[in-house]
């Protein structure tokens, strides 16, 4: 399995400012996935990041709104712009498991994001 | 209609009591289904999967899928308060993307 990281953990941030997640991987992935969690909700799937690609965004989801870097095989940023407080969320990477298993994926523990 | 259909509960058991936990779903393309856990400010981990219908057994846990109802549960034996987490639903057509239902908060009582 492997070992994923996210920074921040949490933040706090104020409305109209954007915010940079990290997501760090032990091993190299071909394909990284961006998940948002409200509160009492369901995992969503924000976007697929292929390294050397342009993102996949899921229906409801833009560029413009969360755009996403994957500079290498082992890590990628989400940024979440221009933020409202209905972005206060929990965000988690994932990646794919071995051999690219539909069904295996591993994820961070996620960042806290509140916006105030 | 969600895809996916997960009782949030939440759902408290005393100690050493048998746990089921469903869903339903409505896309008769999922082919993989799985349940993860998610103890409280981590990520999710994969509990386990199964493929198409049928049952699976890893030590106290059961997998079962009913394709023919959309109807997929996991089963937990003798269960634990470590147990207590909240455990998701999620299924996949083949394609990397998976859909999860909503989680039910599961608590286990010393």
């Known amino acids: 399995s492997a070992v994923i990281s996210q920074k921040p953990s949490r933040d706090i941030c104020q409305r109209g400012t954007s915010l940079t997640i990290q997501c760090q991987v032990d091993s190299q992935v071909t394909m990284m996935f961006w998940y948002r969690q409200q509160p009492g909700q369901s995992l969503t799937l924000i976007a697929t990041a292929n390294q050397g690609s342009e993102a996949t965004y899921e229906s409801g989801f833009v560029i413009d709104k969360f755009p996403i870097s994957r500079p290498n095989l082992t890590f990628s940023t989400l940024t979440v712009s221009n933020m409202s407080p209905e972005d206060s969320s929990i965000y988690l990477c994932?990646?794919?498991?071995?051999?690219?298993?539909?069904?295996?994926?591993?994820f961070g523990p996620g960042t806290r994001l509140t916006v105030t | 209609q969600k895809e996916v259909e997960q009782d949030p509960g939440p759902l408290s058991v005393p100690e050493g009591a048998i746990v089921s936990l469903n869903c339903t779903y409505s896309?008769?393309?999922?082919?993989?289904f799985m349940w993860y856990r998610q103890y409280s400010r981590k990520g999710p981990e994969l509990l386990m999967y199964?493929?198409?219908?049928g049952n699976k057994e890893d030590g106290r846990f059961t997998a079962q899928v009913d394709k023919s109802s959309k109807y997929i549960s996991l089963f937990i034996r003798d269960s634990q308060p470590s147990d207590s987490a909240t455990y998701l639903c999620?299924?996949?057509?083949?394609?990397?993307?998976?859909?999860f239902g909503q989680g039910t908060r599961l608590t286990i009582n010393p």
């Open positions: 994932s990646v794919e498991g071995v051999g690219g298993a539909s069904y295996e994926q591993y």
């Open positions: 199964t493929y198409s219908s």
């Open positions: 896309n008769s393309a999922f082919q993989y």
């Open positions: 999620a299924m996949s057509g083949g394609a990397q993307k998976l859909v």
